[in-house]
């Protein structure tokens, strides 16, 4: 299995530019999860998608929109980027419910310039 | 006011220390707690999770106090390999929310 795979690694973007990451799971998980992560700031919920057909905000979904194309995929899109969102990018999926945990794909690394 | 918070450190200690972390969070209606562990510009990985009756994974212990909402993070006889990032996980009433604290930098010195 490859868990979590996120697609590119890292990216550069001119500011006004858009771009889609790509996030796929094979572990039949229901619920799937992008963040941010700045330096001194944590992790921070963009959006996030309980189940198959279901997208919901998170923390800081401005500037973004999000596709669950499937059960195993979750799409980031930045629409025109801005050079505030340069970050690392995490996607993250869950089986779901009280007591289960997250796993992390290996990041997106984007630059706005 | 933070969901989650943590001493962002870094706490310096020497091969072979005992070193505890700490992280508060503010709904006392939390239901799950976890401990992750970020290397240097890769992702964060499940350490391990946290029951109210304290856990022990080999020379970590993890403890829940729910009554003073905190979590701590105990690692005895530290090793160089130890040296990351650690950070706090909340999991909410919303069981598709968790909430994570910005993080504790350990550095472990020969």
């Known amino acids: 299995n490859a868990g979590v795979t996120q697609t590119p690694k890292f990216q550069v973007l001119k500011t006004g530019q858009s771009m889609t990451l790509q996030c796929a799971q094979d572990m039949n998980h229901n619920s799937m999860y992008w963040y941010r992560q700045d330096p001194g700031m944590g992790l921070r919920l963009i959006y996030y998608s309980a189940s198959e057909g279901t997208t919901d905000k998170g923390e800081v979904p401005n500037g973004y929109n999000v596709s669950r194309l499937n059960k195993r995929e979750f799409s980031l899109r930045l629409e025109s980027a801005a050079p505030s969102q340069t970050s690392v990018y995490f996607c993250a999926s869950s089986v779901g419910g009280p007591a289960d945990t997250q796993y992390f794909g290996p990041g997106t690394r984007l630059t706005v310039l | 006011r933070k969901e989650v918070e943590q001493d962002p450190g870094p706490f310096n200690v020497p091969e072979g220390a005992t070193v505890a972390f700490n992280c508060t969070y503010s709904?006392?209606?939390?239901?799950?707690f976890f401990w992750y562990r970020q290397d240097c510009r890769k992702e964060p990985k499940l350490l391990m999770s946290v029951y109210s009756s304290g856990n022990e994974d080999g020379r970590f212990t993890a403890q829940l106090n729910r009554a003073s909402q905190y979590i701590s993070l105990l690692i005895r006889d530290s090793k160089l390999s130890d040296s990351a990032t650690y950070l706090c996980?909340?999991?909410?009433?919303?069981?598709?929310?968790?909430?994570f604290g910005s993080g504790t930098k350990l550095n472990v010195k020969p």
């Open positions: 709904n006392s209606a939390s239901q799950s």
């Open positions: 996980v909340v999991k909410g009433l919303n069981f598709n929310k968790f909430y």
